[in-house]
């Protein structure tokens, strides 16, 4: 197992979701959406909050400095990314100190590169539903930030 690597792949999945986020007009963050659901700020909010939830569960001494985003923040830019950046981080350590430990996520199994492809999942799924938001919104994002989301090799 190549820890390095294997951090390296989370933090490309979160360079992702600060890509996303950079290319989404601030005004944008809370469009109005056509159906229920979460705007694309709300859906780039749940992505950190869960990453929370996951730290308390796992390790607890990881949540130190983290804060949620309450619903009415999430049309803050900065904030989303600034703590987009924290979890990040704090995932990454938490990956880290599970490598170094016999592969184990406490209260994740089966082992820590299914609890990556599990995060990896979760950020994605919710970068896709901010994208239709956008787009219910009649906010579409272009063609070529569409794109570049799947251009881990240069993010």
């Known amino acids: 197992m190549d820890k390095q690597q294997i951090i390296e792949t989370w933090t490309i999945n979160n360079r992702i979701n600060l890509y996303l986020l950079e290319a989404i007009p601030a005004e944008d963050l809370g469009a109005a959406l056509t159906s229920k659901g979460r705007c694309a700020g709300e859906q780039l909010a749940h992505i950190h909050n869960v990453r929370l939830m996951w730290l308390k569960a796992a390790q ?27 979890s990040c981080e ?6 880290g100190s599970a490598i ?6 406490k ?8 609890f990556l492809g599990y995060m990896i999942a979760h950020d994605s799924h919710h970068r896709s539903q901010a994208i239709i938001a956008l787009k219910q919104a009649g906010h579409p994002l272009d063609k070529k930030i569409l794109y570049g989301i799947w251009e881990w090799g240069s993010r």
Not at 90 to 95: D, G, N, S, T
Not at 107 to 114: E, Q, S
């Open 100 to 105: 170094d430990n016999g592969g184990k996520v």
């Open 107 to 114: 209260g994740f199994k089966p082992h820590v590169i299914g």
């Open 90 to 95: 704090a995932i990454e350590k938490l990956i």
């Open 60 to 86: 607890p001494e990881l949540l130190d400095g983290q804060t949620k985003i309450e619903k009415e923040q999430s049309g803050d830019k900065a904030m989303l990314a600034q703590r987009l950046g924290e």
